[in-house]
């Protein structure tokens, strides 16, 4: 199946910076969805980018979809602790048509 | 219901048993997912449900994991004869369609002694 590369695999910034985390394929990617799992926790579900060159963003969260569809960036502005956490990227795994590849997932960590 | 459900959330079971895992998904999902997260690694794609169609087993590891879905609702992984590295966590998942976000439920954590 299509194999997505994530980085960087671990973060660690102070309360009030920024964070980005990207995901690369070497195929062009039909759809990428963003999950994050809290410590503990199971993943969530955060947002799905479909359209080429696509800026989504959720509160202090933008997303967006290159215009080769081929990578994306999760970017969050001015961390809180409650953004601890680790973030996925997902893509369509082509042998299974419709189940999902994960990343490895950005680990982030945010101290006060 | 509300959300995923899966029991049990904890399973401790000696090498060589069999466990039998399930999820009850949301209600009118028609997809259902199994994934396995080994500590601090991703996510790995077991097997998939859609509907009534033959479910897709690509991801199943070896011919001791089975898993099975009644009625298009809940389903059942099943592991033989089990291994210690087989230990993990096991996610389901359910969507409204495919190509759709997942909602999780909170896994099952399997330990094998």
């Known amino acids: 199946g299509q194999q997505v590369m994530q980085i960087p695999q671990y973060q660690h910034v102070q309360e009030g910076e920024d964070f980005t985390t990207y995901c690369n394929s070497s195929t062009t990617l039909s759809n990428i969805q963003w999950y994050k799992q809290r410590p503990g926790g199971h993943p969530v579900f955060l947002i799905q980018l479909v359209k080429s060159g696509e800026v989504k963003k959720q509160k202090r969260l933008t997303f967006q979809f290159g215009e080769a569809k081929k990578n994306s960036s999760l970017h969050i502005t001015a961390t809180q602790t409650t953004d601890v956490g680790t973030y996925f990227c997902?893509?369509?795994?082509?042998?299974?048509?419709?189940?999902?590849?994960f990343g490895k997932g950005t680990s982030l960590l945010v101290t006060p | 219901g509300a959300g995923v459900s899966q029991s049990p959330s904890n399973k401790v079971t000696e090498k060589g048993k069999d466990v039998e895992l399930r999820c009850d998904p949301i209600s009118g999902h028609t997809a259902l997912y199994w994934y396995r997260q080994s500590l601090g690694q991703g996510l790995e794609f077991l097997i998939y449900?859609?509907?009534?169609?033959?479910?897709?087993k690509s991801g199943l590891p070896s011919d001791r994991f089975s898993a099975e879905r009644t009625g298009g609702s809940v389903s059942t992984l099943t592991i033989q004869r089990t291994q210690q590295e087989d230990s993990a966590v096991y996610l389901c998942?359910?969507?409204?369609?495919?190509?759709?976000?997942?909602?999780f439920g909170s896994g099952t954590r399997l330990t094998v002694v």
């Open positions: 998942a359910s969507s409204h369609g495919t190509l759709r976000g997942y909602t």
């Open positions: 449900f859609q509907g009534n169609s033959a479910p897709d």
């Open positions: 997902a893509v369509p795994n082509s042998n299974s048509g419709y189940a999902l590849n």
